[in-house]
């Protein structure tokens, strides 16, 4: 089973640079979630989606849009990125609302904006 | 604000030996409470999953522990094993319809010495 799976996983920008990230899942999950994670601080909620065709903003959206135009992708767009936008992403699903359903991660993307 | 604070940041032990992780929360209203586990590198995957109702639960050779009332968790570690070196993430939703209440702890980094 693939589970959630992210690309790329890597990536170094310059400033300024635009650059989508990829997140695709295979177990038919409706809800889906971009997260970022930096160093002493819990995850912190980007974007999310409740089901195809559907974004929500999340606790720190700014500089970032997202899509979700099939129910088992969600994209993660940086249109101009900044450094501050240094940070490991991570991409997750679930079943149920996330509140009450176990949220399954992909294995993160590190970007690195100079 | 809803917070969840983990204690301590880090902790180191040998091999063989038990370790207990704290959470506090000031998530209200509470719905769940789930810790993750994070090997470096990787996504969170969650370990268990705790209730108002619920006291211990128990998952291998980790239980975790809830008291609703004074909103604390713990999550007990016996016979430690080189392969529990990790973050320990504490993760607390909140009772709602929407599917981005979900606060996170920064995590326990858990270092197992042989």
């Known amino acids: 089973n693939a589970g959630v799976t992210q690309t790329p996983k890597f990536r170094v920008l310059k400033t300024g640079q635009s650059m989508t990230l990829l997140c695709a899942q295979d177990m038919n999950h409706e809800y889906m979630y971009w997260y970022r994670q930096d160093p002493g601080m819990g995850l912190r909620l980007i974007h999310y989606s409740v089901g195809e065709g559907t974004t929500a903003k999340g606790e720190v959206p700014d500089g970032y849009n997202v899509s979700r135009l099939k129910k088992q992708n969600f994209l993660l767009g940086l249109e101009s990125a900044a450094p501050s936008q240094t940070s490991v992403y991570f991409c997750?699903?679930?079943?149920?609302?996330?509140?009450?359903?176990?949220?399954?991660f992909g294995e993160g993307s590190r970007l690195t904006v100079l | 604000k809803n917070q969840v604070e983990q204690s301590p940041q880090s902790l180191i032990i040998l091999e063989g030996k038990n370790c207990t992780l704290q959470?506090?929360?000031?998530?209200?209203?509470?719905?769940?409470l789930r810790w993750y586990k994070q090997d470096t590198g990787r996504g969170p995957v969650s370990l268990t999953i705790m209730t108002f109702s619920e006291n211990t639960k128990s998952n291998g050779r980790y239980t975790a522990t809830l008291d609703a009332d004074t909103k604390q968790s713990s999550l007990h570690i016996t016979a430690s094993q080189l392969s529990d070196s990790a973050s320990y993430i504490c993760?607390?939703?909140?009772?709602?319809?929407?599917?981005?209440?979900?606060?996170f702890g920064s995590g326990t980094r858990l270092s197992i010495r042989p």
């Open positions: 993760v607390v939703s909140e009772a709602s319809s929407s599917a981005s209440k979900i606060i």
């Open positions: 959470c506090n929360y000031t998530v209200s209203p509470f719905s769940n």
């Open positions: 997750a699903s679930s079943y149920r609302q996330g509140n009450t359903g176990e949220l399954f």
